[in-house]
């Protein structure tokens, strides 16, 4: 019998690094091909207990799971597209915390995923307004991953979709971060704002108290 629902969110559940493995690539199959699942949002209780068991997945000390547990989520993603707004708050505190992760293709990924939501999940500012926990993050390579990850985001969709005003205070705090790749990922995301949107953004660091020659 072909692999459903009911079979991935028993196997989602396992331990065992192998096991995930190969459930994983199992699972990036099955959502590949629309005609094999027909039955992926009959049950919803069963849908959010995949979800969640995922970003577990994501939150894994080994990488490699981590990195497929990214992939599935994208795949998910692709699949449900703006019925997937539901898990954003399941699965963005684990995507901030993998912006902080050790390894570069990790970071990468996690911040991809997050951009993959603002495209086809949710707006931009939506996502941002849930995201803006990450300046404040425990990690420094987390807080640095959020102003970088604000960056990207003004590279690929601008101003225009996001509420700067509600943006640039959190990169204010972060101007005086006690670690300097954070400080300086603040200051190239606050470059990049004003090249979005010029002089205002000046006149609001001036009114935050930031001294002139900063």
Request: hydrophobic share 40%.
């Amino acid at each position: 019998e072909p692999a459903g629902m009911d079979y991935f969110c028993e196997q989602v559940q396992q331990k065992d690094v192998g096991r995930r493995m190969q459930v994983g690539q199992e699972l990036l199959e099955y959502l590949g091909e629309p005609a094999r699942c027909p039955d992926l949002e009959q049950d919803q209780q069963r849908l959010d207990k995949v979800i969640d068991e995922l970003a577990a997945w994501v939150n894994s000390s080994n990488f490699k799971v981590a990195l497929l547990g990214l992939d599935v989520l994208g795949a998910f993603v692709d699949r449900l597209s703006g019925r997937f707004k539901h898990y954003i708050g399941t699965v963005l505190m684990p995507l901030i915390d993998r912006m902080g992760d050790a390894k570069d293709q990790v970071r990468e990924q996690a911040q991809n995923l997050i951009l993959k939501l603002m495209y086809e999940v949710a707006p931009p500012m939506y996502i941002w307004e849930r995201l803006a926990v990450g300046f404040k993050h425990k990690n420094y390579r987390s807080r640095e991953g959020v102003c970088l990850c604000l960056i990207a985001t003004l590279n690929i969709y601008g101003a225009q979709p996001l509420v700067l005003s509600k943006l640039v205070p959190h990169l204010c705090t972060v101007f005086g971060d006690s670690n300097s790749q954070v400080r300086d990922a603040a200051i190239l995301a606050i470059v990049e704002v004003y090249r979005h949107v010029g002089e205002k953004v000046r006149i609001d660091l001036t009114k935050r108290g930031i001294p002139p020659g900063r």
